[in-house]
Every structure is written in structure tokens, then in C-alpha cells.
């Protein structure tokens, strides 16, 4: 059904497509001063308090309201409701006194005992920037390590175009955080590690056909053979997109507001994901083999 595609042909416009978006993530991040970061890297003021039977019925906005007038140099604190009646409520960095304040406001607006505040504490900025960090180290390992097995498994060029591809999925879910204004926290983090995970999973399904077909018929031109592999895994690579989309989906719709946020990275890496392994892996490997084909064809002539 799809051995007829010209996916390598058609590569420069899935490029375009692809550094359209990644254009406007810069764009918006400059425009924005960044990125809009939790108060997990930002800092800040983070409290957890259970609201008891009452929570379903509160309006989110009123507690939101309730802190601003106890606190007004917060700003926009952020309120999200939290696993059973917990609610979290974050704001920027404030003297203990302020967060007593507020704490003390909370207990006599909604008739609660002190036991109800579970947590209160300020997350510093230094903390934040450790995580940072650690999430770079952690991607750049996962990486280095997908890299060497891919070459292990195929060859250097493969491992290459496998990790271009990962990068491609890592900035398309940086772009998509910068033009929409989601805040980035540690689910971020626990988000891409997974898609990089899916998504190397579903590139290597590729390239093993690509490798088979290759073995078969080694007289094919190589974009033939990238284009029919491409087509003969394309319903594998939708109808797994689609199961792995549609549980994510629900617990978006249903579920609570920290399952959310995990679920937000998600969908867009698994989309991201998918293109890239249809539509930009193998013409990446194709490319570098082209390349390394001409290079040798020169130094052939230059030594007859």
C-alpha cells in the first residue's frame, strides 16, 4: 500500500516543517525572556494542603484570590488541584512571615485545622539549577549510550542519523513549551527521557527493515530501498502511535493536575516522535550514506 512513497525525496520540505517550528520556539523564547519555569527550577514558595470532603467544589480561583489579598507582591500565585482533596498552591520566594500569612488565611477562609497544611516550604533557585543540570547530563548519557549501541548493532552512520533524530524530537517539545508558555518542571525531564526511550524504539524498527531490504537487493538504489522500508513499517509506526496515544489522552482528560503535566510532554514527544522515525531518520542515514558514496567515488578517480 505505501511502497511507493518518496519519503527520501520529499526529506527537504519534512525538514522545513520540522525548522519552521523550531524557528518559532526560538523566537517566542526570545521574545518571552525563556522559558516559564515551576518553582521547581525557578524557586519559589510551594504549598500542599488537604482540603478534606470540600475539595471538589472549590473554585480554584478563589484560593488563587484568597493568597493574592493576604499577599499581594506574589503576583499570580499558581493553585492546582493535587492526588485525593490535596491542593498545591505556588508562588515566588516569601519571608516566612508572609507564608504563615498566608498558611493562616487559608485555615480560617475554608474552617480547616492546622494538620491540614501537609507542606510549606521555599524550593531555592540553586536547587532548580542542579536539576537543570542533571537533566542535560542525563539526556547527553541516554545519547552517547544510543549511539554507541546503534553502532554496535548497524553502523556509525546509523547511530548518527538515530540521535539526529532524538534532537529533532527534543527541540520540537522545547519549541512547543516556549510558544505556549508551559511551565517547565521535573515531569519535563521524566517526559523526554521517556520519548527519547519510544522513539529510538520506534527508529530502530525502521532501520532493521531497511537493513533487511538492503541484504536482499544490494543493486537498489539505497533511497529505493529507505522508501519501500519506510512504507512497509508506516502502519506499525501509526497503529503503535495511536494505542500509545490514546491511554495518555485519557489520563490528560481525566486525570489530576500533576498527572497532566506529565501527560502534556508527552503527547507532543510521541507525536514528534513519530514523525521524526517515518520521515526523518532514514533520510538522514540515506544522506550520510550519499555523502560517504561520493567521498569515495573522489578519492577513487583521484588515485586511477
Request: aromatic content about 8%; glycine content about 6%; charged content about 15%.
Amino acid at each position: 500500500m505505501f511502497n511507493h512513497l518518496k519519503i527520501v525525496e520529499h526529506a527537504k520540505v519534512y525538514w522545513a516543517i520540522s525548522i519552521i517550528v523550531i524557528l518559532l520556539g526560538a523566537i517566542f523564547l526570545v521574545v518571552n525572556g525563556g522559558f516559564a519555569e515551576d518553582i521547581d527550577f525557578a524557586g519559589g514558595m510551594s504549598m500542599t494542603v488537604d482540603m478534606g470532603e470540600q475539595a471538589a467544589s472549590l473554585d480554584l480561583k478563589d484560593i488563587a484570590a484568597t493568597v493574592k489579598e493576604v499577599a499581594p507582591q506574589v503576583g499570580e500565585p499558581i493553585v492546582q488541584r493535587s492526588d485525593g482533596n490535596q491542593i498545591v498552591i505556588q508562588t515566588i520566594t516569601v519571608e516566612n512571615d508572609v507564608r504563615d500569612a498566608i498558611q493562616n488565611k487559608i485555615l480560617e477562609k475554608y474552617s480547616l485545622d492546622a494538620s491540614a497544611i501537609l507542606s510549606a516550604d521555599n524550593v531555592s533557585a540553586t536547587v532548580g539549577g542542579e536539576l537543570k543540570a542533571q537533566a542535560v547530563q542525563a539526556t547527553a548519557i541516554a545519547a552517547l549510550l544510543m549511539l554507541l549501541y546503534i553502532t554496535i548493532r548497524f553502523e556509525f552512520k546509523t547511530g548518527v542519523a538515530a540521535i539526529v533524530a532524538l534532537l529533532h524530537d527534543c527541540a520540537i517539545m522545547l519549541s512547543f513549551y516556549a510558544i505556549f508558555r508551559v511551565p517547565i518542571n521535573t515531569t519535563f525531564i521524566a517526559a523526554i527521557l521517556t520519548i527519547i526511550g519510544y522513539s529510538i524504539n520506534n527508529t530502530i524498527v525502521v532501520f532493521d527493515r531497511v537493513r533487511e531490504n538492503y541484504k536482499r537487493s544490494k543493486r537498489a538504489p539505497f533511497n529505493e530501498t529507505v522508501n519501500r522500508s519506510v512504507g512497509q513499517t508506516l502502519s506499525r509506526s501509526i497503529n503503535t502511535t495511536i494505542t500509545t496515544l490514546l491511554p495518555v489522552v485519557m489520563l490528560f482528560i481525566l486525570g489530576v493536575s500533576s498527572i497532566r503535566q506529565f501527560t502534556i510532554p508527552l503527547i507532543v514527544g510521541l507525536l514528534a516522535g513519530t514523525y521524526s522515525s517515518i520521515l526523518l531518520a532514514a533520510p538522514v542515514w540515506a544522506g550520510l550514506k550519499r555523502m560517504q558514496d561520493n567521498w569515495k567515488r573522489r578519492k577513487k578517480l583521484k588515485t586511477a
